[in-house]
């Protein structure tokens, strides 16, 4: 806490021009008129009692993220079950079976249906349940809070009321929407990381009200009271009005007083602020939506198949109803034995119609086997099992914060393996917020021996390829190059060879420069040696960073407002300029110069700071050195700095152009560094309007602020640049690659700003040098002053924008180049207008068209929007990741949301269907469980309504031999057991634990995803041939047993089949021939499928022998019916064989047709596996490979290609050259 304090006396705001110093409200203008609707809220402070009743009594600090709670279990979770139209038909089946009129007893067929609709929703319960504990695990975190007489106390953040006084320390969150009061810095200044809300790295700076500046200690809210009024609860995270009333006076409130729930305290000890919103009225949870239920296209299409078997079962129920007419009118009569009409006049010959409503009843119940009800069922079990594996799989285990894999909900599984575009956060996401100084060019001489990855694979493969075509004896160019380039070759080997030599030596947080002629002192013999030494000090001073130092090892720590200053200082450390201390006007750095072994520190007077904006793009420092010189360091955007520098300051100039060109096109960040030597008398005057303007009152004042720093920051002279390394989390690079080749769209939707956003898209190859940008921005250029003036610049706005949409669409329309690609790169305020639904189409379209899309500077409103468009305008399935609480939106607009659990927060992971430690786990959740879990359910439901249709039909053919009686040809007990044990374990294992290729393999052929996208597993093609296979095989079944036992003797003694032989026969046929189907249909096995399938068909057995010993058979004329009746009987053996032949046998010539004149790539795959002509021919193996990828126009496959074709280019070009020296050497 004492070093805190000694920090704390540094008047943080007199180092800011723009970001932090105004003029105090009180004094500037008066309290806010908030009279009216939305401005409603009173809050008393430190007075939580005042808001315990109605009217002043709002909402608890509790939140919950849960679909269900215990009132609403009930009724949603059965509404949830019975929008499944299978399960609303057997829900009007069981009414009806309490009726006389049904063809079996109630219990079967209720006890079914409660046993599938109770399952699944335990299913939904267990899941919710989950949801209810990692909620509690944030409702349940500890804060500081005030109790009374100046005494604070720890409580949970649920039980945190509004007028509460709650003390936050450094690195904690805050609680919930809180009012600074004040902080451990003097002035009232703190540091908050709001990455959580808006995915912002970048530090915000926060003030209090001078007025509470003095509550800077817990004995002094003892007595502490106060009021305020403000705006009513609202999503707007950037805006905020009230008043407060403090000691008779009445001060106004807005943003930079507010500290936002999900934010955390950085850089400063403590904080003190009152409570103003809590729970769902807290600005983060009122950017949340309800937590959506979310069904899987596969699912929604099931529908559509069960409507068409409902309007099936309905139509053959119907004939059978008519034919029961027919039949009771004139047939019924003359069957004397009858005795119709019946006591109950369900069949009377006097009223066929009122008979045949009764028998369309008991067909609409008879036929229900057609449709499956143990399907869903099945799916469910499938499902958790599927997830089970997705939570276990060790591929997807983090083992830095031992994070495993979570399928949050099962029940999108599927929906996994058809993700068409991915929309993705960027801050935590994809970036782990570190910067590396990699390179640097200073004078116009590079430094840096180390390679980018880009430029590693680039020559690894042009070595390859040039490896292949040596062995395949085709001559190339790149092959000829050779023999009169060997410059070319030791380039290509130092870039290879750098990266593992650099790997002896153990990495450094933040510095990976590689370069003896800069390191331990060697600069001073370079011959630009003054040149470096004004680098170094730029790197070392423009910057607002407070060091830290380890009591145990002496080293100075950092904490920067971005993470490229931090790197910039352990830079300059590295090279012999360490940033030791800060005092409220002076820098002080200990200087290895000019010896590098005894240090010297020096003292800078800090005379001005003007601070980077996303619009200067800049930042300058101006210090006065120890020899009194007066110097303007400056740092910012090339463009920018280029564009101030002096006639004479541009010496450097084309060197470091180009430096900076390759810089960008290996992915790297730059920023120009120059410098300004500036006389007493011109600062003097300068820096007298300069203080003029930053104390005065008015809308002008930034205006003349950026006017008077644009005048200082000219005639510059350029030094040099740096490049960084965007240190992107683990794998994310190869992870987009492996996407993109996949054949994903990939769109970033980031809260940071467009330059960062833009460096972040090279650094992760959505971006690449000489891919042309669409920027789409808007600028509104003066503030309205009225209703009349706010409709014209609207109006103007969005004619702009519409321009450039048609100007994009022009370009892509005119390139020729097939190589070229285009990204739209947008920002939050134009997106405003583009989403707008007479544009946002016409911006869709143009997204679409490109490789890829970033959104900067959105909100998580326009997030969930921007998601929520993509996913209708497309009709595609969507999938957004993201780790903050600004994502909830997107994460639960999108089909599928994925949450990063590794990061800090859990608002993402809490509103997700799957959660991930890393944004690199997405490669294998897609591409591996996702194919699989697609195809495994896409199998199984054809599979399901192939067995069904084949069982159920047959029960129809008997009805027209049975004269429409309602009679089955099967035994009750074994229609129960067809779904539940006899065909539904196999199944199960087909739904986990098939696989076409192995987890190996689909990695390494992406491609093989696309079978998810396009859907050719599940199409309607597929379906209704499944359909028409289950028809086949019903009719062969049905028939062909008919004709083998029609009028003829099977057993010894001479007797002829009954109906209840026939019916055990055709049973035992469909069993076979279901199951050898679903072996056929299996491509991977293993000993429990096999175990499963053929013990399915024992089980058949085994229960005929128990039942035919069992009293029930006596009442079906089943007594020993496989003992005595048919075991003996050859005949019995042989139809089962040839039945179950003659019902495969089409299938298995589709399947062998197919495999051998129109393979699919799983097949070609599964033949050079099967062969192990993936060992035996490598050569070949890589080929496969090489094509199993789609084209794409991003990741680092491409940005590879697109630099070997530079390189070829540059190759061919220099072997031109060098071929025409030769002729005119010879000509000569």
Request: proline fraction near 3%; charge should be neutral; glycine fraction near 6%.
């Amino acid at each position: 806490m004492a070093r805190g304090r000694i920090r704390a006396k540094i008047r943080r705001s007199s180092l800011y021009t723009f970001a932090c110093y105004h003029s105090h409200p009180s004094e500037a203008e008066g309290p806010h008129d908030i009279e009216g609707p939305g401005y409603s809220r009173m809050v008393y402070c430190n007075q939580p009692h005042m808001h315990v009743d109605k009217p002043l009594r709002y909402c608890s600090n509790y939140i919950s993220t849960t679909k269900y709670n215990v009132l609403t279990f009930l009724p949603k979770a059965i509404f949830e079950q019975f929008r499944r139209v299978a399960n609303l038909y057997f829900l009007l089946a069981a009414v009806l079976s309490i009726t006389p009129i049904s063809p079996f007893s109630a219990v079967s067929m209720i006890a079914p249906l409660g046993f599938v609709v109770g399952l699944s929703m335990a299913k939904e319960a267990l899941e919710d349940w989950r949801r209810f504990i990692q909620d509690m695990k944030v409702n349940l975190r500890r804060a500081t809070v005030h109790k009374k007489d100046g005494t604070f106390g720890q409580k949970p953040w649920m039980k945190i009321q509004v007028g509460n006084v709650v003390k936050v320390e450094k690195d904690q969150f805050f609680p919930a929407d809180l009012l600074l009061l004040s902080s451990s810095y003097e002035d009232g200044i703190c540091y908050v990381e709001t990455m959580n809300l808006d995915g912002e790295t970048n530090l915000k700076v926060k003030r209090s009200l001078e007025a509470t500046l003095s509550l800077d200690d817990d004995s002094t809210f003892k007595d502490f009271s106060a009021t305020i009024k403000c705006e009513d609860p609202n999503p707007n995270l950037y805006a905020f009005v009230g008043n407060f009333e403090y000691n008779c006076d009445v001060y106004p409130l807005d943003p930079s007083q507010i500290l936002l729930r999900d934010s955390k305290l950085r850089n400063t000890a403590y904080v003190y602020g009152v409570v103003i919103f809590t729970g769902h009225d807290s600005k983060v949870m009122q950017n949340a939506t309800k937590s959506p239920s979310k069904r899987s296209r596969v699912e929604k299409q099931m529908d559509k198949i069960i409507y068409i078997l409902f309007t099936l079962l309905v139509f053959i129920s119907f004939i059978s109803s008519l034919g029961f007419i027919v039949k009771t009118e004139y047939d019924l009569p003359t069957w004397w034995y009858l005795q119709v009409p019946d006591d109950s006049g369900y069949f009377d010959p006097r009223k066929p119609l009122v008979s045949g409503f009764y028998h369309l009843i008991t067909a609409l119940i008879l036929y229900g086997y057609l449709i499956p009800i143990s399907l869903y069922v099945s799916i469910e079990v499938v499902k958790v099992l599927q997830a089970l594996f997705i939570n276990k799989d060790l591929h997807m285990y983090d083992e830095e914060t031992g994070t495993p894999a979570q399928a949050r909900t099962s029940n999108l599984n599927e929906e996994l393996g058809q993700v068409d575009t991915i929309l993705s956060d960027k801050t935590g996401t994809l970036t782990c917020n570190q910067m590396n100084f990699l390179k640097c060019s200073i004078a116009g001489i590079a430094y840096g021996t180390c390679s980018s990855d880009v430029e590693l694979a680039a020559a690894k493969k042009m070595a390859l390829d040039e490896d292949r075509q040596s062995k395949a004896g085709t001559p190339s160019t790149w092959g000829k190059s050779r023999q009169g380039s060997g410059e070319s070759e030791i380039e290509l080997e130092t870039v290879i060879t750098s990266k593992d030599e650099d790997n002896h030596k153990p990495a450094l947080k933040g510095f990976n420069l590689e370069d003896i002629r800069l390191m331990n002192g060697n600069w001073f013999k370079e011959p630009s040696a003054d040149a470096i030494l004004i680098f170094f000090r730029i790197l070392s001073l423009c910057h607002t960073a407070i060091p830290e130092q380890d009591e145990e090892t002496g080293v100075f720590t950092y904490e920067a407002e971005s993470p490229d200053e931090g790197s910039f200082l352990v830079a300059a450390r590295e090279f012999g300029f360490e940033f030791c201390r800060r005092t409220q006007s002076s820098i002080f750095v200990s200087e290895r110069y000019p010896s590098f072994h005894e240090p010297v520190e020096r003292e800078f007077k800090v005379l001005n700071l003007l601070d980077f904006t996303s619009k200067r793009k800049r930042m300058s420092v101006i210090v006065r050195d120890e020899n009194g010189q007066i110097l303007l360091l400056c740092k910012g955007a090339d463009s920018i700095i280029f564009d101030r520098l002096s006639r004479y300051g541009r010496t450097y100039e084309e060197p470091t152009t180009k430096h900076l060109t390759d810089y960008g096109e290996v992915g790297l960040r730059t920023l120009a560094l120059a410098y300004k030597k500036l006389d007493e008398a011109e600062y003097s005057a300068w820096n007298e309007d300069f203080m003029k303007a930053k104390t005065s009152i008015g809308g002008d004042r930034d205006l003349m602020l950026e006017r008077l720093s644009d005048m200082i920051e000219r005639d510059l002279t350029l030094v040099g640049a740096t490049a960084v390394e965007d240190k992107l989390q683990k794998g994310v690079p190869q992870c987009i690659d492996k996407l993109a080749q996949a054949g994903l769209k990939i769109w970033v939707l980031t809260g940071d700003k467009m330059e960062t956003a833009i460096n972040i898209g090279f650094a992760c190859s959505l971006l690449r040098q000489g891919m042309k940008q669409i920027c789409i921005t808007t600028d509104v250029g003066a503030s309205a002053q009225n209703s009349k003036q706010v409709l014209f610049i609207r109006e103007m706005s969005v004619e702009n924008i519409l321009m450039q949409i048609s100007d994009g669409f022009e370009m892509i329309k005119l390139e020729k180049d097939p190589h070229a690609a285009f990204a739209l790169i947008i920002d939050g305020k134009t997106l405003t207008y583009a989403l707008e639904d007479d544009m946002k189409h016409k911006f869709l379209n143009l997204a679409v068209s490109c490789a890829s899309v970033i959104c900067c500077r959105v909100s998580p409103k326009q997030k969930a929007l921007v998601t929520r468009l993509v996913k209708q305008g497309t009709g595609k399935t969507t999938l957004a990741i993201g780790d903050g609480a600004n994502d909830v939106g997107m994460i639960q607009e999108a089909d599928i949301g994925v949450g990063i659990s590794g990061c800090e927060g859990m608002q993402a992971v809490m509103a997700s269907d799957f959660a991930i430690a890393q944004f690199r786990f997405l490669e294998r959740l897609l591409v591996v469980h996702g194919h699989w879990c697609y195809k495994r359910i896409a199998q199984m439901i054809c599979y399901f309504f192939y067995k069904n249709i084949a069982f159920g039909l047959t029960i129809f053919y008997f009805e027209a031999f049975a004269g429409f009686s309602g009679q089955s040809v099967y035994v009750d007990w074994y229609m129960l057991l067809f779904n539940v044990v006899l065909t539904s374990l196999p199944v199960i294992s087909l739904g986990v634990f098939e696989q076409d290729v192995d987890s190996e393999v689909c990695l390494q052929f992406p491609a093989l995803y696309q079978q998810g996208p396009k859907n050719l597993f599940f199409d309607w093609y597929r379906i209704f041939g499944w359909m028409a296979n289950g028809l086949y095989t019903s009719l062969i079944i049905f028939f062909l047993n008919i004709i083998i036992f029609h009028d003829q003797a099977f057993r010894p003694g001479g007797q002829t089949a009954d109906m209840i032989a026939v019916g055990t026969v055709m049973f035992t046929c469909v069993i076979w021939a279901v199951n050898c189907q679903i072996a056929l249909t299996m491509s991977h096995f293993t000993w429990i499928q096999h175990f499963l399938v053929w013990g399915s068909i024992a089980s058949w057995y085994l229960f005929l022998l128990i039942y035919g010993e069992l009293h029930l058979s006596l009442n079906v004329n089943a007594f020993r019916i496989l003992f005595e009746v048919l075991a003996p009987a050859p005949i019995y053996w042989c139809a089962t064989l040839l039945v179950t032949v003659a019902c495969n046998l089409p299938y298995l010539a589709h399947i062998s047709f197919q495999r051998s004149f129109n393979p699919l790539d799983h097949h070609v795959i599964q033949e050079i596996k099967y062969y192990k002509r993936d060992v035996k021919d490598r050569h070949m193996w890589r080929r496969e490979r090489s094509k199993a990828r789609q084209m794409t126009k991003i990741g680092f496959t491409a940005r590879v290609d697109a630099k070997i074709r530079q390189l070829r280019g540059r190759l061919n070009k220099k072997y031109s050259s060098q071929s025409k020296n030769v002729v005119m050497s010879q000509q000569t």
